[in-house]
């Protein structure tokens, strides 16, 4: 059976891509000088080049979602088996927790935390709808073998258009939670946030659907061909 080959790629790409995101913030944080737009900018630019060898690595085996938003679209669309959605989403989150706590393992902090960075409000949660959304469409949409440097570089550039600084992903703000430090976010912001996370990624793939080219009652595409379809899942293939 090769669900637990997927599921175990899909929880060490997680803790990876989260041992990423907190480890580099907190060495930002660090190295910073408290001049938080420095250690943003190197949290960005290590999320980024993490994200797309994560992609490129872990995408052959299980598609390289990462993200429960992203499976729960697959699933919907038919690329992701329906009984395999709530498997994916527990390995991505037991793999996002073990993340959090690697990365304090390695700057020797206290393993077991929970985040007190408040992020919440109207701005934040449009935001996040906004990223995830973007997010969707560009795994949706990005032409085959592609995804990968696209999905890093949409992560990149919406780090800093978001005013969330662009989670897009409910895996990490699980996460996150578990880290009072620079890429934190408060157990109680985190409703808020994985909400507006799953209403975005509804949009994006409503937006996707609506840009897809019809076909003529022959089957030919009408002027433009289909970009996107059979390219890979969150970066690199999509599994059946």
Known sequence: MDLPRK??????????????VIGSGIMAQ???????????????????????ILIEVFGPISGAHFNPAVS??????????KSSLVPYI??????????????????DLSILQFSTKVRAG?????AEAVATAGLL?????????RAAAMVAAYIGAAYWFTASTSFANPAAVFGRLFSDSFAGIAPGSAPGFVVAQFVGAAIGTVIHQALEPRLHPAGHPNMIEAS??????GGASRQQ
Do not use: D
């Open 90 to 107: 527990a390995a991505q989150l037991v793999g996002a927790m073990l993340g959090a706590w690697l990365a304090h393992a390695m700057f």
């Open 72 to 81: 729960a679209v697959m699933a919907y669309r038919g690329e992701l088996q």
């Open 228 to 233: 996107g379809e059979e390219q890979a899942l």
């Open 30 to 52: 660090r190295l910073a000088g408290g001049n938080v737009a420095i250690a943003l900018l190197a949290n960005t630019l290590a999320t980024v080049g993490g994200l797309y």
């Open 122 to 126: 109207m701005g934040q949660w449009i």
């Open 137 to 145: 469409l560009v795994i949706l949409r990005a032409p085959a073998g």
């Open 7 to 20: 599921l175990g790629a899909e929880a060490l790409g997680t803790m990876l891509l989260l041992t990423t």
